[in-house]
């Protein structure tokens, strides 16, 4: 029996994936996010503390969150309840919740509950988990993907502190690819050289377990092609076995609203180079076009204006242009249409007049139309003098009169003023020449 079961966990090991096998025991073997974990810094002197509140971790995927709650329980010797949000109900948190009942009254140690996911609960599920945050029953880490802000309801957010984790930079993966060859027991069966790096970079972008995911896929392919059990990993293997753009880009996440932000930030920041390349960012992750292009026209309005009116009559040609021809050319008319809004010179005074008008619309609140500026068009309208006075600019020499056209309680409010660019600076020149001359 004992042969047995000693076999039968030799399986178990051997049947586990290379990143379970690498999974960090400790804060030592714990790579990246040194603001977290490094030495001195906050949750490494909670822990040394032996004092944990309840937080939420939020990062991409693969960056340690599950890892790290497991690393505290074990050091700080707390009991580990873990549930995953995808697959689980009230009926489910219940259970636990009385477990940790239990458990905290035999020993009095909080228990950590583990929530994988967080985000996806519902708000019920949420205010179930608040009542047992609250009462001190649990010590609740939470994992999300997602920004908390959006996704967790008000009262938990505020008992939590969030955490943000990154991205593993290259030198980080690169240290743990390293330790999984040169410590795991089945990698070291064979005689493995990394000749290049770049593809298993590249293919993994910051996340570890997809870095040895790829790693373990290759050997394990590799190995039945290779003589004397010697395997080189190059470039053109991992992308051969791949054969897929690992894209982060998601239309209905954070990261469609960051990557769009950027887009016309760097419109307005007038570089061309970023502009195209966050455009790329979202036509490879399958961004609608007709998405980009309204929001080419909004950028040629708020951002250029005045400044090159031109470039709002462009913005519309490439969104019929896109609504006619489709994808994949589609992407040229774009990258015309981005690079020329990011060369042109900039101006939001058309959105800061219509900022200052509408913000005295609020306070003035509906003030009369001048007399001489209604429409007479009956009899009896007439009879009220309305149009009374008004000045037919085209009866006049250069096709202007000066006249009020505001009401009497605002009539010298100016909303509009011109910035400091040759368009703005020609049209402000003529307003002065009309409307100051004696």
Not at 376 to 386: E, G, I, P, V
Request: proline letters at 3%; hydrophobic letters at 40%.
């Amino acid at each position: 029996m004992c042969l047995f079961y000693t076999y039968f966990r030799m399986a178990q090991v051997m049947n586990r994936s290379l990143a379970e096998r690498m999974r960090p025991q400790s804060l030592n073997d714990f790579f990246g996010q040194k603001h977290l974990v490094g030495e001195g810094s906050i949750l490494r002197r909670m822990i040394e503390g032996e004092y944990i509140s309840s937080f939420i971790l939020w990062g991409p995927p693969g960056v340690g969150k599950t890892t790290l709650a497991r690393i505290i329980s074990n050091q700080m010797n707390i009991p580990f309840f873990m549930l995953s949000a995808v697959n689980s109900g009230l009926k489910d948190i219940g259970k636990v919740i009385d477990k940790a009942k239990d458990v905290r009254f035999f020993n009095g140690v909080r228990p950590i509950l583990f929530i994988d996911e967080i985000h996806r609960f519902s708000k019920s599920q949420q205010d179930f988990l608040l009542t047992a945050v609250e009462d001190r029953t649990i010590i609740l880490i939470g994992a999300t993907t997602e920004n908390p802000s959006f996704e967790v309801i008000r009262p938990l957010l505020s008992r939590c502190q969030v955490y943000v984790l990154k991205n593993l930079q290259n030198e980080d993966l690169l240290a743990l690819m390293h330790k999984a060859l040169k410590e795991d027991n089945q990698l070291r069966k064979y005689r493995i050289e990394v000749a290049e790096t770049t593809a298993l970079l590249h293919f993994a972008n910051g996340d570890a377990r997809k870095l040895l995911n790829i790693l373990e896929l290759v050997v394990e392919v590799e190995k039945g092609r290779v003589e004397e059990s010697s395997i080189i990993i190059t470039n053109s293997i991992v992308g051969n076995y791949l054969q897929e753009n690992f894209v982060a880009y998601d239309k209905g996440k954070e990261i469609h609203y960051d990557i769009i932000s950027a887009f016309i930030k760097s419109i307005r920041g007038s570089d061309p180079d970023a502009a195209v390349y966050w455009l790329a960012r979202m036509i490879a992750g399958g961004e609608d076009p007709k998405f980009i292009a309204r929001r080419l026209i909004i950028t040629a309005s708020e951002d250029i204006g005045l400044a090159n009116p031109f470039a709002l009559l462009l913005a519309n040609a490439c969104f019929d242009a896109v609504n006619k021809i489709g994808m994949p050319e589609s992407r040229i008319v774009l990258a015309e249409t981005t690079i020329y809004l990011a060369t042109c010179p900039k101006s939001n005074s058309a959105y800061e007049a219509i900022e200052n008008a509408l913000e005295e619309v609020t306070r003035s609140g509906s003030l009369f139309v001048p007399s001489h500026l209604r429409n007479a068009s009956t009899q009896l309208m007439k009879d009220l003098n309305y149009g009374n006075g008004y000045k037919y600019a085209h009866d006049y020499e250069n096709n202007f009169v000066q006249q009020d056209f505001l009401p009497q309680e605002i009539k010298d409010k100016k909303f509009w003023f011109a910035q400091k660019n040759p368009k703005e600076l020609r049209m402000q020149k003529q307003m002065k020449n009309l409307w100051e001359r004696d």
